[in-house]
């Protein structure tokens, strides 16, 4: 039975990758490609055929992961990667990692994108996670075919023992050295993309569900919007997912990696609003089959397998081929460039003021003022200084203003303002609390307006950005207010790294 499945999976190999060229060549940006459903269904079926031939599964531990894991390594080999299985040891037998990486692009710029290949022992594994396994391993051969030249470094990876406790991706990430980690700019992960009754969820790298387990690591809002802005462009509505550590990603975020990535439902219900809003049947699991026997290759949804490939393909080449952004305008601030405190002369604060410096920790029912900062030692914050109490400095009686100096726009588009930022209060603030930052010329481009709520919420660092396109040309300057108005609720407010990019 081995070797003819040996046989089988050489010649789909052949056959997959005849295409690809003997050389590569520099070529042009070019435009995110198609990626062949047909293709990813073979992919599934050679899953599908190494759990038959190997006890009906493909887990850990399991002759059917190994087999597994060659397969695809057979076929980056052949497409021109560099591919190394990282073994690893779980449960007293051997895992393996699929590591590939796609030559050139800037090797301290890494983007990584993942999957798990493993299966549950209890059936072949072929949407949870044959789907995203196969998806990303023909995103990975197309990247081959075009000979695509990235800026950015690409990696790819399919992770063994993920359903032991993400074992796989867990012993990859803590044995890179601290140097290598700092080379990942981002890690994309794809896990159940073709659930039979899907949903189309986005990792939430922003939190802007405003709830669960908070925002990722800053960078993460810009890979989900990548993908947002994918599923937007053919009319796919999306819904955030929180980072809740079931998926690999977890390792990764727990670094300060940024992640992202999609999810079309596992064992949860559907409900009538899902329903209503991608179709499919109301009160059922997104998955019936999750880590069940029936999870073959008839528990696949074909539209939700080839929108999230496509997907993928879209944020491979957006993110890791895409000319780098020139830097317009940037402040770290490291020195002191110029913003005006209260410009207007109509702040009402009468503690915790903007200001400029090297900011000093705060707790109260967990982190408020943050003591650390996105780069270097200081930056923008609301009253630096802790105090004896962590309200000594704190945002009261109304808004705090600070505004930046006078920024010259070039003309033309691609103008986007990014920002770090965290909003922190205690559990009696209210909606009338906010931080906001506007970008204001001859009219007004709101990039962030993050109110308060009734509930205690900690400082985190976390990213913004907004297309400012429409100020092309003029001379503009940054607004940010902080604001305590309702109760004399705790509110602290930090900003760092804000950057002007085409």
């Known amino acids: 039975m081995r070797s003819r499945l040996t046989t089988l999976v050489s010649a789909l190999a052949l056959a997959l990758v005849a295409a690809l060229p003997a050389t590569q060549a520099p070529a042009a940006a070019l435009a995110p490609p198609d990626i062949s459903l047909t293709n990813v269904k073979a992919h599934l079926t050679q899953l599908q055929n190494i759990a038959?031939?190997?006890?009906?599964?493909?887990?850990?531990?399991?002759?059917?992961?190994l087999a597994?894991?060659?397969?695809?390594?057979?076929?980056?080999?052949?497409?021109?990667?560099?591919?190394?299985?990282?073994?690893?040891?779980?449960?007293?037998?051997?895992?393996?990692?699929?590591?590939?990486?796609?030559?050139?692009?800037?090797?301290?710029?890494?983007l990584m994108v993942g999957a798990h290949l493993d299966s549950v022992t209890a059936g072949p594994g072929i949407n949870d996670n044959g789907s995203g396994s196969a998806a990303i391993l023909e995103t990975a051969l197309e990247v081959a075919r075009q000979s695509l030249v990235p800026t950015k470094h690409l990696r790819f990876a399919w992770w063994g023992a993920e359903e032991g406790g993400l074992?796989?991706?867990?012993?990859?990430?803590?044995?890179?050295?601290?140097?290598?980690?700092?080379?990942?700019?981002?890690?994309?992960?794809?896990?159940?993309?073709?659930?039979?009754?899907?949903?189309?969820?986005?990792?939430?790298?922003?939190?802007?569900?405003?709830?669960?387990?908070?925002?990722?690591?800053?960078?993460?809002?810009?890979?989900?919007?990548?993908?947002?802005?994918?599923?937007?462009?053919?009319?796919?509505?999306?819904?955030g997912?929180?980072?809740?550590?079931?998926?690999?990603?977890?390792?990764?975020?727990?670094?300060?990696?940024?992640?992202?990535?999609?999810?079309?439902?596992?064992?949860?219900?559907?409900?009538?609003?899902?329903?209503?809003?991608?179709?499919?049947?109301?009160?059922?699991?997104?998955?019936?089959?999750?880590?069940?026997?029936?999870?073959?290759?008839?528990?696949?949804?074909?539209?939700a397998l080839n929108r999230n490939a496509d997907a993928i393909a879209y944020a491979v080449w957006t993110v890791a081929a895409a000319p780098a952004p020139v830097v317009v305008w940037q402040d770290t601030f490291e020195t002191a460039t110029g913003w005006t405190v209260n410009p207007s002369g109509t702040d009402t604060a009468t503690t915790g003021q903007w200001e400029r410096g090297?900011?000093?920790?705060?707790?109260?029912?967990?982190?408020?003022?943050?003591?650390?900062?996105?780069?270097?030692?200081?930056?923008?914050?609301?009253?630096?200084?802790?105090?004896?109490?962590?309200?000594?400095y704190d945002v009261d009686g109304g808004v705090t203003t600070i505004q930046s100096p006078a920024i010259t726009l070039p003309s033309g588009s691609g103008l986007r303002l990014s920002l770090s930022w965290y909003l922190a209060h205690g559990s009696n603030s209210s909606s009338a609390d906010y931080l906001r930052?506007?970008?204001?010329?001859?009219?007004?481009?709101?990039?962030?307006?993050?109110?308060?709520?009734?509930?205690?919420?900690?400082?985190?660092?976390?990213?913004?950005?907004?297309?400012?396109?429409?100020?092309?040309?003029?001379?503009?300057?940054?607004?940010?207010?902080?604001?305590?108005?309702?109760?004399?609720?705790?509110?602290?407010a930090g900003v760092d790294d804000v950057r002007v990019t085409r």
């Open 52 to 65: 038959t031939a190997n006890g009906g599964n493909r887990a850990h531990g399991r002759p059917g992961y």
């Open 437 to 492: 930052v506007r970008v204001v010329g001859s009219s007004t481009v709101v990039v962030l307006n993050q109110a308060g709520a009734a509930s205690n919420r900690d400082g985190a660092w976390s990213t913004a950005s907004a297309d400012i396109s429409s100020l092309a040309g003029q001379t503009v300057r940054v607004v940010i207010d902080a604001a305590d108005a309702s109760t004399a609720s705790l509110v602290e």
């Open 68 to 110: 597994s894991a060659n397969y695809v390594k057979g076929l980056l080999d052949s497409a021109g990667y560099s591919t190394t299985l990282q073994s690893f040891t779980y449960n007293g037998a051997t895992g393996y990692n699929v590591i590939a990486d796609w030559p050139g692009g800037n090797p301290d710029d890494i």
């Open 167 to 239: 074992r796989g991706s867990t012993y990859y990430v803590s044995n890179l050295s601290t140097t290598d980690r700092s080379k990942i700019k981002g890690y994309y992960n794809f896990d159940m993309v073709a659930s039979p009754n899907p949903g189309y969820f986005l990792y939430d790298g922003d939190d802007s569900d405003g709830v669960g387990s908070g925002p990722g690591p800053a960078g993460s809002a810009e890979l989900e919007r990548v993908l947002a802005d994918y599923f937007t462009s053919i009319g796919v509505p999306t819904r």
């Open 358 to 392: 090297v900011p000093q920790a705060t707790t109260s029912s967990g982190t408020k003022q943050l003591g650390t900062t996105v780069s270097g030692t200081n930056d923008l914050v609301t009253g630096r200084l802790a105090g004896t109490a962590a309200g000594d």
């Open 241 to 303: 997912t929180d980072f809740d550590g079931r998926s690999d990603y977890g390792p990764f975020i727990s670094r300060g990696i940024p992640a992202g990535g999609t999810f079309t439902g596992a064992e949860g219900t559907k409900t009538s609003a899902q329903a209503t809003l991608w179709g499919g049947t109301a009160g059922q699991a997104f998955d019936s089959c999750y880590h069940r026997s029936c999870d073959t290759t008839s528990n696949i949804n074909d539209t």
